[in-house]
């Protein structure tokens, strides 16, 4: 009796699209409740409606027929703010995003946006040139397209006028999972500091590309530094400017394991980095034997549950330091079939 009647849950609802097909992946809300969304949007022609932006943004046009758009509506969604496409000309998708409250030095609030891009200035996806690479910041971690597929990482203001920071994190390969019905790609996390941590799937032996000057300090050892699968999970921890490699790590056993999802959490005065996703990587694996995912002693399973001679994914949740280098907890979840995490939090 003390509360409000409400018959209708449904308080706002809105439509954002072109003619084409349009995926929303990611979504926040700021302390005043604007609502901020990201993913992609297929622009196929010009002749029909195109995915709407708004004048100011930081690109009004789309350059190819993927790009990354970013959103922000009013808190009743009867007004679009602002709405830009970002990218270059090749096939760019947001997969994950976070809301950055104005740092002690900086004011206002900051979007930070990462996702996937083949975006690499040299193939052109579109009907027209030249072909464009996805915009990245001087004085990036790294300004320069590695692999078929790289992350990026971005910062926006929250207007969606300025691209504040850009990098791009990748080597030879891929950093792409394929999952059913989605292309599956990074998540990521923050700290109060401001520091921006991605998790995801790489095929790239030789992750994350390191440019020159850009080296960690002498003496880091990642908890693991050598690719063990065909594709396995990484981490990366970066600057809040986007300047800097700050940790890295793979994750993985000796079959396939994919990073989904990435949470950070603060408790015993410290920050910790939690990933989880799923994996196939059990250790008696037949017709030969396999390194198994990385699980503690004592964790709540330490057993990859495949079903007879299969193997089927089993979720996984890991713990790490902050600075990636030790694997303080990680357990196995799951029962005899397909068992797959695609996201994850922390309490406080």
Sequence with gaps: RERPLVIDPIIASTYIGSSDADYGRAVVVDPQGYVYVAGHTGNSSSSFPTYATTPGSYQPEALCAREVVVSKFDPTLHT??????????????????????????EEGNHIVVAGLTTS??????????????????????????????DVFVLRLNDDLSSLEASTLVGRSHMEHAFEPNT???????????????????????????????????GGYVPFQAAKNGDDDAFVVKLSNNLEQLLGWTYLGGGNEDRGTAVAAGFFDDEW?????????????????PYEQFPITAGAFDETHNSRGGAVLEDGFVSRFNSDLTILEASTFIGGDREDHLWDMAVDQ
């Excluded at 923050?190 to 300090?217: Q, R």
Aim: with cysteine.
């Design 272 to 288: 910790h980095i939690f990933v989880s996703g799923h994996t196939e990587s059990a250790e008696d694996w037949q017709p030969s």
């Design 183 to 217: 292309d599956r790609g990074p998540d990521l996390a923050m700290d109060t500091a401001g520091n921006i941590y991605v998790a995801g799937t790489t095929y790239s032996f030789d992750f994350p590309h390191i440019p020159s000057g850009k080296e960690l300090p």
């Design 120 to 149: 690499d200035g040299v193939n052109d996806g579109c009907s027209t040139p030249p072909a464009l690479k996805f915009p990245t910041m001087a004085g990036a971690f790294d300004e320069e397209h590695n692999g078929s597929t």
């Design 80 to 105: 679009l703010e602002a709405s830009t496409f970002i990218g270059g000309t090749g096939f760019d998708t947001a997969t994950a995003m976070a809301l950055e409250i104005g740092m002690e030095h």
